[in-house]
């Protein structure tokens, strides 16, 4: 006869263990723009063509870097967010995937435009170009954001992805 027999065995109960997790929580922020902008910026417009997005956005020709931005849209078109992606150099801009769904993820973007200027005032679009622009589509494909068009503003002019049939 043993004292597990007459007893039971023992049980030492286990100290209770912390596990941690960090939490990722969206965060929005509401900016109000004090400033007379609604000649080119109109709330609950609808974008429908390339050119009209290319006059609004051709105020990124007074940049003397170049900006990437991505215009969020919902299901009928309209801007819910503009996203700025990435600030380059005088010829350049450097834009990852990621970087360009992760917030259209987080707006609840329906669609996608993406809208960048060439300081230099020629809209043509370079093999740099081409490429991300293919390679946001496939992406947006595989997340169901559909990516629209990719606009490039030049002076008094634009080129557009989708009428070039880049796209």
Same mark, same amino acid.
């Given at each position: 006869?043993? #004292?597990? &027999?007459?007893?039971?065995?023992?049980? #030492?109960? /286990?100290?209770?263990?912390? #596990?941690?997790?960090?939490?990722? *929580?969206?965060?929005?922020? &509401?900016? &109000?723009?004090?400033?007379?902008?609604?000649?080119?910026?109109? &709330?609950?417009?609808?974008?429908?063509?390339? *050119?009209?997005?290319?006059?609004?956005?051709?105020?990124?020709?007074?940049?003397?870097?170049?900006?990437? @931005?991505?215009?969020?849209?919902?299901?009928?078109?309209?801007? #819910?967010?503009?996203?700025?992606? %990435?600030?380059? %150099?005088?010829?350049?801009?450097?834009?990852?995937?990621?970087?360009?769904?992760?917030?259209? +993820?987080?707006?609840? /973007?329906? /669609? @996608?435009?993406?809208?960048?200027?060439?300081?230099?005032?020629?809209?043509?679009?370079?093999?740099?170009?081409? %490429?991300?622009?293919?390679? +946001?589509?496939?992406?947006?494909?595989?997340?169901? +954001?559909?990516?629209?068009?990719?606009?490039?503003?030049?002076?008094?002019?634009?080129?557009?992805?989708?009428?070039?049939? @880049? @796209?």
């Amino acid at each position: 006869m043993t #004292i597990d &027999t007459l007893f039971g065995p023992e049980v #030492i109960p /286990a100290k209770p263990r912390m #596990i941690r997790f960090k939490q990722i *929580k969206a965060v929005y922020e &509401t900016f &109000t723009v004090k400033e007379e902008i609604t000649n080119y910026l109109k &709330t609950g417009t609808r974008y429908t063509a390339p *050119k009209q997005v290319a006059d609004t956005f051709q105020f990124l020709m007074q940049e003397t870097k170049e900006m990437f @931005l991505t215009l969020h849209l919902d299901g009928k078109n309209r801007i #819910i967010c503009i996203d700025l992606v %990435s600030i380059g %150099s005088l010829n350049q801009s450097i834009v990852h995937p990621r970087e360009v769904f992760k917030s259209a +993820l987080v707006s609840s /973007a329906a /669609a @996608l435009i993406c809208v960048h200027q060439h300081p230099t005032g020629d809209p043509t679009p370079s093999s740099e170009d081409i %490429s991300i622009t293919r390679r +946001l589509k496939e992406a947006g494909e595989i997340l169901g +954001l559909n990516v629209l068009d990719h606009i490039i503003v030049g002076d008094n002019d634009y080129c557009s992805f989708v009428e070039k049939g @880049l @796209l």
